[in-house]
């Protein structure tokens, strides 16, 4: 009898603590939102995740925390996201490579387990190499890849099927190489490959340039081209492949904001105009600009139909590269 | 004693590491790959607890000549008290989704430490205080977003 | 001299100041919290460092940093159960200096330590900078795997007790930083269809389970309510620190040089430098056998180490954009978006912001003096708190601990099952540190080797190719072979008795 109390009694004390706050019944949002991060705090997704979500406050009035879910080369951030409840109270920010993992067996998620709300950032492939190696061109590089037998260079910037080795895979495909030419060293990301790189101990990092940037600005490396139909604003003397060797392989990876299946259509639509509104804020403009990150918007129905398109582009990519399962 | 059957446990683990190992496929170009570094640390902990296990046989027999302290008598009812925090974690992990972490971890303070014989009223104060203390900064200051409680967020639409 | 005396304005105004105490602070909390950690710290400053000039911002990240660091030992020292990896290496010792009633002495000299070993790492960061940087940039995964495996031997060289044991929990360190997605073939290990468990195991879990809980279920299995940590009026924080530091002021430089160094370069950090400073602080000693006992010289080594690995680690990511550790990975980031691009070119065009950034380091390891003390004395709660109403308040730690570290009820799962592996295998004299030293390296050591094994085509004679490496490698196995030369040296000689006797008692 004695404990019954005691414990009604406790429930009571703590239920009213945590009661208090919640505000009554109000328009969305009306409570805090979460934003899933499938890459590590301090990376490029995780420093345009805090940035987009620092303007996204603005725009909503409520906070928005940024939660790093990360690991498994992207399988377990775009799980959570997929599987929390759709009620527009957790987001993610998803990434390319929900195009790349399910063709590797990785996962069964693909693009459709997710409410597309809008794409807010495309940063194309570069090829960035030691600046004292053994290229000076794309040219010399493709035909000294082609001259010397398979095998005999390295390349390195993300892990097995991630972005860039794909993106890369794919350009040897292009050029009608064997995609595994270029022996392809996994790693933990695009900064400990640019390490590398600079150790002497790789040669070629196809990251996106603004990853190389402190590199190149240090005279360690240099970015010969990138896989892109313009040039990049911040990086006005690199050219495109198609200005270097006449190709129009372009490749990239794309970042945008999303939530599980299955969302409400009216909060997407409030979510979409919040995020385009911060999307075109000062804050995240000239952060994107600083860093050297291309911004790129679409709204949720054409972000659907990239992330359909890109599907079936990487899936090939995949298959061609012999990752497939 | 204990040793002799630990390093056993130990070879036998490696053992199920090794085989679990060898189910895993190999890298391009190269004659091993992930399966490598499991067979090793599998191999590691076989030789080990070999050594291990050996080395207590000689024990063993000395066992007999002279009586050792540890084997003397076992505290089983001390065993079963001191899982007593692995059944709250556990008991926290199930309910904290439907209870919220701060009423769960209110109730695991309370439950040990009385059983430690700590006063009624202290052990409660000292456990909502320090339960809605945690909630309260780890939820509103570190953002980290420790279980509400379903319980109570439903209740409480309905209450309005 | 203009620029110099900018710095200086930018650092001594009210408002920096603050900003470095309530982070100094803020940084106490979270390192003396297990499960929570020094980057994590760092990560939830960000948002905060928008709205702030870069100086303020800046001074935030280092101060919170270095005090995290430091504050990892209290709970270390009086619990036995250690805040931070960096403190998991010489825990034991300073628990075992608690229960001789010198904790205060302990966490003094510790924190003066700490002190001058981020002053050092500093010094370095000022003056050597872009040579250390271009130094490091020549580790690479050939480089890398040798220093992981001169780390794990010395866990193995600096055990107490039974080497075979030290090794077997090395075994299950290096077991659990094989599962997950193998960063090599993307191939999922040991991850048994659980998608959270591809992600790998955390440290922090791991490390909660193995110290806290296991600490806990000892306490409710033993049913003595007595205090394992003496309360004595003479132990004092800073009286007997000075003489400490003189009498191992060769500790001090070692152990900061040599974290200083470890933690530049950009695949290791202060851990690692902790590790490696105790054990050869312990192989260089006069006083070995009273290693493991309580003995104030493995604190001093690898305390001076730990805190200027957080220093150094600053080196290449001002000089190369490179972080040095996950805290500066952050960092890099803050710098840019305050307009101070990492580069070579930082030092000669950064003017008065470079001062200012040095100046910043200065104060903020200076200012863990007195919040260090008072955190010290405050720590006397732990002492006072009978453990029956202290030990449940460390569980609910654990518990939002290990769950903060990835949000995810999966870890809190991790820190229950390692608790009972580390609960049976301490009640049979077990080492645990070893355990966890191996689950902070073996994901370097396998990826290392597999990526060099890549590189070379499969040429096992690659890892003596490179200079720095051949040196690294050689040195691991002369470390590995030392005690049997020494074994057959003796026997050579045949002296009858052992060379080393205890010099003192």
């Not at chain 3, 979270?30 to 950690?37: E, F, M, Q, R, S």
């Not at chain 3, 609910?396 to 995810?408: K, M």
Request: charged share 15%; proline share 5%.
């Amino acid at each position: 009898m004695k404990t019954s109390i005691t414990r009604s009694h406790l429930a009571g004390l703590l239920g009213l603590s945590l009661l208090l706050p919640l505000p009554a019944m109000a328009d969305y949002p009306e409570k805090p939102i979460t934003l899933i991060v499938p890459w590590a705090a301090g990376g490029g997704t995780d420093a345009t995740a805090r940035t987009i979500a620092a303007a996204l406050e603005e725009e909503l009035g409520q906070t928005v925390n940024v939660v790093n879910r990360t690991g498994g080369s992207g399988v377990v951030g775009h799980t959570a996201m997929a599987m929390a409840k759709p009620d527009g109270y957790t987001l993610g920010l998803i990434t390319g490579e929900i195009n790349m993992m399910h063709w590797q067996g990785l996962t069964q998620l693909t693009y459709q387990d997710y409410t597309p709300i809008a794409q807010i950032n495309y940063d194309y492939a570069g090829i960035q190499v030691a600046a004292d190696g053994p290229f000076d061109s794309v040219e010399s590089l493709v035909e000294q890849v082609k001259s010397e037998p398979a095998r005999t260079y390295t390349a390195s910037g993300t892990g097995q099927g991630g972005v860039w080795h794909l993106a890369f895979a794919g350009f040897l495909l292009d050029q009608g190489m064997e995609a595994d030419r270029v022996s392809w060293i996994p790693s933990q990301g695009s900064a400990p490959a640019m390490t590398e790189m600079a150790a002497g101990s790789i040669d070629i990092v196809p990251s996106s340039v603004p990853e190389g940037r402190s590199m190149i600005e240090a005279g360690k490396a240099k970015s010969l081209a990138i896989m892109a139909p313009e040039r990049l604003d911040s990086f006005p003397d690199v050219p495109t492949l198609k200005e270097a060797i006449g190709s129009d392989y372009a490749i990239g990876e794309w970042r945008g904001i999303a939530g599980p299946k299955g969302m409400d259509p009216a909060v997407v639509e409030t979510l979409e105009k919040a995020v385009e509104a911060a999307y075109n804020s000062d804050t995240y403009q000239n952060f994107m600009a600083k860093q050297g990150f291309g911004t790129e918007w679409r709204g949720a129905d054409d972000f659907g139909k990239l992330m359909a398109e890109q599907d079936e582009r990487f899936g090939k990519i995949v298959e061609q590269v012999g990752l497939a399962k | 004693m204990r040793d002799f059957l630990l390093g056993l446990a130990f070879m036998i683990g490696g053992g199920v590491v090794i085989a679990v190992a060898q189910t895993y496929p190999t890298m391009p170009a190269l004659q091993f790959g992930p399966s490598l570094f499991p067979s090793l640390i599998g191999g590691g902990m076989v030789i080990g607890g070999l050594v291990l296990a050996l080395t207590r046989v000689g024990q063993l027999k000395n066992a007999f000549a002279g009586p050792r302290s540890q084997v003397a008598s076992y505290d089983y009812r001390g065993l079963l008290i001191s899982l007593l925090p692995c059944a709250l974690v556990v008991f926290y992990i199930l309910a904290s989704e439907f209870l919220g972490a701060a009423l769960c971890m209110a109730a695991s303070m309370l439950v040990l430490m009385l059983i430690r014989g700590a006063r009624l009223w202290l052990s409660l104060l000292v456990s909502i205080i320090v339960a809605a203390a945690i909630y309260v900064l780890f939820s509103r200051y570190l953002l980290i977003p420790l279980p509400e409680g379903t319980l109570f967020s439903q209740t409480l639409t309905f209450a309005w | 001299m203009d620029d110099f005396l900018q710095g200086l304005a930018m650092v001594f105004n009210l408002q920096t100041m603050l900003v470095i105490v309530a982070a100094a602070v803020f940084g106490l909390f979270v390192g003396a919290i297990p499960g929570l950690t020094a980057t994590m710290a760092v990560a939830l400053l960000v948002p905060i460092t928008f709205y702030m000039d870069a100086t303020p911002a800046i001074a935030a990240i280092v101060a919170t940093s270095a005090m995290a660091i430091f504050a990892g030992d209290i709970p270390g020292t009086y619990l036995n159960i250690p805040g931070t990896p960096a403190s998991a290496a010489y825990v034991g010792e300073s628990y075992r200096l608690a229960q001789k009633g010198r904790a205060r002495e302990t966490l003094g000299t510790n924190l003066v330590c700490s002190v001058i070993g981020g002053l050092f790492g500093t010094m370095v960061l000022v003056f050597v900078s872009p040579s250390l940087a271009e130094m490091a940039l020549n580790f690479s995964s050939f480089e890398y795997f040798w220093l992981a495996l001169l780390g794990l031997s010395s866990s193995i060289f600096i055990a107490i007790g039974s080497r075979v044991k030290a090794f077997l929990s090395l075994t299950v360190g290096l077991l659990l930083s094989t599962v997950g997605l193998d960063m090599m073939s993307g191939a999922p290990r040991f991850t048994f269809g659980v998608p959270d468990l591809m992600a790998g195991i955390n440290f922090i879990p791991v490390m909660i389970g193995m110290f806290a809980l296991n600490e806990i279920m000892m306490f409710y299995g033993s049913r003595v309510e007595e205090r394992h940590v003496p309360v004595t009026a003479k132990d004092s924080v800073f009286l007997k620190a000075p003489g400490h530091i003189k009498t191992y002021w060769r500790n001090v430089l070692r152990g900061s040089s040599l974290g200083t160094l470890i933690g530049a370069l950009p695949g290791a950090g202060a851990d690692i430098a902790a590790w490696i400073a105790y054990a050869l602080g312990k192989s260089r000693s006069r006083e070995k056998e009273k290693y493991g006992t309580g003995h104030i010289e493995g604190i001093v080594d690898a305390s001076s180490a730990n805190n200027s690995g957080i220093s150094g680690a600053w080196v290449p990511a001002l000089v190369f954009g490179i972080p040095g550790d996950t805290i500066t990975a952050i960092v890099i980031g803050v710098l840019y978006m305050k307009g101070m691009n990492p580069g070579p070119t930082i030092f000669m065009n950064g003017g008065g912001q470079v001062y200012a950034l040095f100046t910043v380091f200065f104060v903020a390891n200076l200012i863990m003096l007195p919040i260090g003390y008072l955190a010290i004395r405050a720590s006397k709660v732990f002492i006072l708190t009978p453990r029956k109403i202290l030990m449940p308040v460390i569980l609910s730690f654990c518990i939002v601990g290990a769950f903060a570290i990835n949000n995810s009820i999966t870890d809190i799962w991790i820190m229950l099952i390692i608790g009972l592996v580390a609960f049976v295998l301490a009640r049979n004299d077990f080492p645990m540190a070893p355990a966890i030293l191996g689950l902070v390296l073996g994901s370097t050591l396998e990826n290392s080797f597999m990526s060099s094994m890549l590189k070379s085509n499969g040429d096992l004679l690659a890892f003596f190719e490179r200079p720095i490496s051949a040196a690294l490698g050689a040195m691991v196995i002369l470390i590995w072979l030392l005690p049997s030369l020494i074994r057959l040296f003796r026997r050579w000689r045949s002296t009858p008795q052992p060379s080393h006797k205890p010099r003192s008692s």
